[in-house]
């Protein structure tokens, strides 16, 4: 397949906003290409080369992209930059500047996506020093060969700025129009995708074999599954309301990494929340799955957590950034030991467990996990009473936890979904009027005083999934340690930007832009409506947004979440109506 027909079906993407619109065109894309070819298609058509939790990234960086296209173009780097700036794209500078070069006599060869794909997962893989000038021929031959159109496209994938608006259930939905004549066949596929996050593989596994293809989709050790998630309530009554009456099974939420365990024998593998290899952070978490856990095959879930050796007692979620560490992991699990509280099995043998009731999993884990100093199945309470919530909710947060996680005891593991099944309570609910929430660094102003030299405050923005975008929420400038601001203009150089990056939006200019990467949790103590910052624009007013009062960095970076796994608007539209409730 020629890669020119995938950059007109881009630019034809673009120029649409309708979500129905957006997949029948997609949808078209999809049955106009070879099966083979399809998985390439699809990742690269979300910005990405491989399912994410494979960990191929591309996101070149600004400066590397822009040499690329001055050696490509034949211009000097001040014009690249010029043109850059000016369009405030990356993608429309390298039109333009192919465009003035013209490919004239010159004989190119017509790229196809498989060129296009293999070239961009070389230049992924590529690591280590001295890689860069490698990068660069490669990519510098790719764009020579690329009409402007495709020089585009292509400039915006290797920075990781192809935002066409494609979420994943986009894709799912194009691919039942495409292959199974329309979408009721959604939830199906869906499922399939759940369990098995790789959008490429479900996409191909319709189009070969139909229904029955994503039907067999199974559970399988060594994919991650997407993890099921909380909502939030403000009290222990409210929970038991939201539940009916019914007996609840409350437990300990306890402040650590969440890990998915996938064990075969003595091969056992970590996944974080999004869905990141991160075994090698725990080699003593491995040691503990291969010795304490019953069950040679196994997928399950547990809170690692920070603890203090001699006392036993559980550290804070900081403490076990130590082990977010390439070099010298030795000596950080001497430093800062780890305690696993398991909270879910979902495979066990030959048996995926997910369909099952959340009952009969816990009687499965307290099965399998050996109860030892540093191992066993998170502490738990049945009950419908409002009042044994709040005694249990007061061990957890004497116990050094953050709360409960309280969960309907005949759920299915739905993998994937934030509902009501499980309902968080927090201690801050009840002090503060919000939750935590996680934000990405859009942004930074320079800092003044004791700040100078640093960044002062951030500009933090949440995720509208429906449009696939960024928007403003929030500044920050408290709750910042000395060591941070020393921290976070490093953490966040990678993802500088001279303009304002696409899919940001943002009433407000910061000195420096950066592109959605940075997560982290802030607190505040109410949200209000905003005429300045962008989040949830006309959602509850015309013309405003809103925003945070008081916010304040609690000192957590959250590195196990993805841009895009961050507090959505809509998210955010409901704290501010539950809110507004409690006021009334
Ligand atoms: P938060 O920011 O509150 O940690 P989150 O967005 O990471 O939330 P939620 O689904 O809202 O994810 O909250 C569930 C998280 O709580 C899980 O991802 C897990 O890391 C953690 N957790 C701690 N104890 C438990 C438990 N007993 N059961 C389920 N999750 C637990």
């Not at 449009?467 to 020393?486: H, M, P, Y």
Request: glycine content about 8%; charged content about 30%; aromatic content about 8%.
């Amino acid at each position: 397949m020629l890669y020119s027909a995938v950059a007109r079906s881009y630019a034809a993407l673009e120029r649409i906003t309708g979500r129905n619109e957006i997949t029948n065109l997609l949808a078209q894309l999809l049955k106009s290409t070879p099966l083979e070819e399809l998985p390439p298609l699809v990742y690269l058509t979300q910005g990405k080369l491989r399912p994410d939790y494979e960990g191929v990234e591309l996101g070149l960086a600004e400066k590397l992209a822009l040499r690329a296209l001055a050696s490509a173009s034949g211009s000097e780097p001040a014009r690249v930059y010029t043109a850059y700036v000016k369009h405030g794209d990356i993608g429309a500078a390298a039109e333009e500047l192919l465009t003035n070069k013209g490919q004239g006599t010159l004989f190119s060869e017509a790229l196809t996506l498989k060129r296009v794909y293999e070239t961009l997962l070389k230049v992924a893989r590529q690591g280590g020093s001295g890689s860069v000038e490698a990068k660069l021929r490669e990519l510098a031959s790719l764009l020579n060969d690329a009409s402007p159109l495709e020089a585009k496209y292509i400039m915006r994938t290797i920075t990781g700025e192809l935002r066409l608006g494609v979420a994943d259930y986009t894709v799912l939905d194009a691919a039942a129009t495409a292959f199974l004549g329309g979408k009721d066949a959604r939830p199906i596929i869906e499922r399939a995708y759940n369990v098995h996050p790789d959008l490429g593989f479900v996409v191909a596994s319709v189009a070969s074999r139909g229904l029955a293809g994503v039907e067999e989709v199974k559970v399988e050790v060594g994919v991650p599954i997407r993890p099921m998630l909380a909502e939030r309530l403000s009290s222990a009554q409210a929970i038991i309301e939201k539940m009916e009456g019914k007996v609840v099974a409350a437990e300990y939420k306890l402040d650590g990494e969440r890990l998915q365990i996938h064990r075969d024998g003595d091969g056992v593998k970590l996944f974080s929340r999004r869905l990141e290899v991160v075994t090698s952070h725990y080699p003593d978490a491995v040691d503990l799955v291969r010795e304490h856990v019953g069950a040679k095959k196994a997928i399950l879930e547990a809170e690692v957590v920070a603890i203090d050796e001699d006392t036993g007692e559980y550290l804070p979620f900081q403490e076990l950034m130590h082990r977010r560490r390439k070099h010298g992991i030795q000596q950080a699990m001497a430093d800062y030991p780890v305690a696993l509280n398991f909270f879910d099995i979902l495979l066990a043998g030959a048996s995926d467990l997910t369909g099952k009731p959340y009952s009969f999993r816990r009687r499965k884990l307290r099965q399998v996990v050996e109860e030892t100093s540093r191992t066993r199945p998170v502490p738990s309470l049945s009950t419908s009473d409002p009042r044994d919530l709040e005694k249990f909710m007061e061990d957890a947060i004497t116990d050094g936890c953050e709360g409960l996680v309280v969960k309907d005891p005949n759920s299915p593991y739905r993998a994937g979904a934030r509902e009501f099944a499980w309902i968080k309570l927090k201690r801050e609910y009840r002090s503060e009027l919000t939750d935590t929430l996680d934000l990405v660094v859009i942004g930074a102003f320079h800092g003044r005083g004791r700040r100078a030299g640093s960044f002062g405050t951030f500009l933090l923005g949440t995720y509208d999934s429906a449009r696939g975008v960024f928007t403003s929420v929030a500044k920050v400038g408290t709750g910042f340690s000395d060591e941070d601001l020393a921290k976070f203009p490093r953490l966040l150089k990678p993802y500088e930007s001279h303009v304002r990056p696409p899919g940001v939006e943002s009433k407000m200019v910061p000195d420096v832009w950066f592109r959605p990467h940075l997560v982290i949790e802030v607190i505040a103590a109410e949200l209000t409506l905003s005429p300045i910052h962008t989040a949830a624009t006309g959602r509850i007013r015309p013309e405003s947004g809103i925003s945070l009062r008081f916010p304040k960095f609690t000192g957590k970076i959250r590195d196990d979440k993805r841009p895009e796994d961050s507090t959505t608007v809509d998210e955010i539209v409901g704290m501010y109506q539950r809110q507004v409730k409690r006021v009334d």
